[in-house]
């Protein structure tokens, strides 16, 4: 079977990542608490039954610039710090001065297994706007490990949107198939309590960031100044998309109803996406 080129998000892609972040047309309400707005897009009526949904978790922040929002996303030995579900992360290869293939892997509860992804990423700067998206390639010096459950983000991604000098709204909207086999009714159940969680988590470690980058290699934000990237460079030939369903599918069906069984209906018991 042919694999699918891969191709660097363009213009065009930005806009419609914005425009679907932006919208309300499709979004069904699920959450509206503190500041923080929850919804979900279910698959379209001709796609199969058992797909995953679309979620997106708007947060607006009074207390931090935009500007320190997005060089948090992006600062990847700061995330070293605050993400603690995390288990490793590495930036692979640089594709251009705003695109990158990365490698992040993170802590599923047990008796699930963990989850990792390898994924292309892209950055844009727009006047007040600040985005970075993501989805899933093939690369090879990374294949699916044994240990690990190779999870497939369709789409996912930030829009930070300045509202002021000391303010913003965070958007996070996502499309992650985890695989492993869970019911997918599990999967779009769980996202709407855990995109919250993880905005939350940003949110924190804004707010310690500034005190942090000051003693850690400060100058240092290759995401803004391309000339202080120094990952190898990467063909894009040498990548191909990810597609969900060429990945081998590790039943854990069975696990979601000893969960219930315990009474287990809490969020933190659900495998983060």
């Known amino acids: 079977m042919a694999q699918t080129p891969v191709e660097v998000p363009d213009d065009v892609a930005f806009q419609d990542f914005q425009q679907q972040c932006e919208s309300e047309q499709g979004w069904v309400p699920k959450y509206s608490k503190r500041g923080m707005v929850v919804c979900v897009q279910p698959p379209c009526p001709d796609s199969r039954a058992e797909a995953v949904h679309k979620v997106k978790c708007q947060f607006a922040i009074k207390d931090v610039p935009a500007e320190t929002l997005?060089?948090?996303?992006?600062?990847?030995?700061?995330?070293?710090?605050?993400?603690?579900?995390?288990?490793?992360?590495?930036?692979?290869?640089?594709?251009?001065?705003?695109?990158?293939?990365?490698?992040?892997?993170?802590?599923?509860?047990?008796?699930?297994?963990?989850?990792?992804?390898?994924?292309?990423?892209?950055?844009?700067?727009?006047?007040?706007?600040?985005?970075?998206?993501?989805?899933?390639?093939?690369?090879?010096?990374?294949?699916?490990?044994?240990?690990?459950?190779?999870?497939?983000?369709?789409?996912?991604?930030?829009?930070i949107t300045s509202t002021g000098?000391?303010?913003?709204?965070?958007?996070?909207?996502?499309?992650?198939?985890?695989?492993?086999?869970?019911?997918?009714?599990?999967?779009?159940?769980?996202?709407?309590?855990?995109?919250?969680?993880?905005?939350?988590?940003?949110?924190?470690a804004c707010i310690n960031y500034p005190a942090w980058k000051k003693t850690h290699n400060p100058d240092f934000k290759p995401w803004l100044n391309p000339e202080q990237n120094t990952l190898p460079s990467i063909s894009l030939t040498r990548l191909a998309m990810q597609h969900a369903d060429s990945l081998e599918n590790i039943d854990e069906s069975g696990l979601c109803d000893a969960s219930e069984d315990r009474g287990g209906n809490s969020d933190e018991d659900d495998c983060r996406n």
């Open 165 to 204: 000098p000391n303010s913003c709204i965070l958007t996070y909207l996502a499309q992650v198939d985890p695989k492993g086999s869970l019911p997918k009714w599990v999967v779009n159940k769980s996202s709407q309590f855990l995109a919250p969680k993880v905005l939350k988590m940003i949110y924190k």
């Open 70 to 159: 997005y060089d948090v996303l992006h600062d990847i030995e700061y995330r070293k710090k605050w993400d603690i579900s995390m288990i490793e992360t590495r930036d692979i290869a640089r594709i251009s001065a705003n695109a990158d293939v990365g490698y992040y892997s993170w802590k599923c509860p047990k008796p699930l297994k963990n989850r990792d992804v390898v994924t292309l990423r892209s950055w844009l700067v727009l006047d007040k706007y600040y985005m970075i998206i993501n989805f899933s390639v093939k690369h090879p010096d990374y294949p699916p490990r044994r240990d690990r459950v190779r999870a497939v983000s369709l789409l996912a991604g930030y829009l």
